[in-house]
């Protein structure tokens, strides 16, 4: 589209575990459009000003703050253009059956396995990968990758989403429905063994 209209007015009477919710998904969307092997000059851009106002004002916008609103519906917009190019990650691949068996929504899903991911491509990162999570962490103001993690684990936290009840027995069942050929654009390669784990952290949470 040439054009978009956004009406911050519409989030006032959004009920407020979605507006937690689709924030936390603009909030992935730009972090993976910044990690995805397809990410490019334009995706990293969009992503930037989105994480930057989704963390400037994501406290202000739960209150529905007009100011607020306003850039966190900006971010969300900036955050579906950066991944429109860059595509999704494993965090969005492994959401689905989080969504559809315990019937939660699509951005509290990805919010769940969002962080997992994030440590484990920082333990296995190479040179390239490195200096892609450092520019997200100078993205984010933070001084280092691991505070990075930390920091956006904290805002995650503190929406207080309500936790899955997800049984151990249940974890083949998850990993079974995640589309292996969908992880091509992730930044390190995953078998069903890592997929297991990532989702067995959820538990752990």
């Known amino acids: 589209p040439n054009y978009a209209l956004l009406d911050h007015n519409l989030l006032k009477s959004v009920p407020d575990y979605q507006k937690k919710c689709t924030m936390l998904d603009a909030l992935c969307q730009s972090i993976e459009a910044i990690w995805s092997k397809n990410r490019t000059k334009l995706s990293k851009e969009y992503s930037k000003q989105s994480i930057k106002l989704i963390i ?33 990650t494993a965090p969005h691949t492994m959401c689905y059956r989080l969504t559809t068996k ?80 969908r992880l091509s654009n992730h930044p390190i390669k995953l078998d069903k063994k890592d997929l297991y784990n990532i989702y067995l952290s959820i538990i752990k949470q």
């Open 56 to 88: 400037d004002n994501y406290r202000s916008y739960l209150d529905n703050d007009d100011k607020s609103l306003k850039a966190i519906q900006l971010a969300a917009n900036l955050s579906g253009r950066a991944i429109t190019l860059a595509k999704t």
């Open 102 to 181: 315990y019937n939660i929504a699509h951005g509290h899903a990805v919010g769940l396995n969002l962080i997992s991911n994030w440590k484990l491509i920082h333990e296995r990162k190479d040179n390239e990968t490195k200096i892609m999570l450092e520019e997200l962490a100078n993205i984010i103001g933070t001084d280092t990758i691991e505070e990075s993690i930390t920091t956006i684990d904290n805002l995650i936290k503190s929406l207080r989403l309500p936790k899955p009840n997800i049984k151990e027995n249940e974890i083949d069942y998850l990993v079974e429905g995640v589309d292996l050929n």
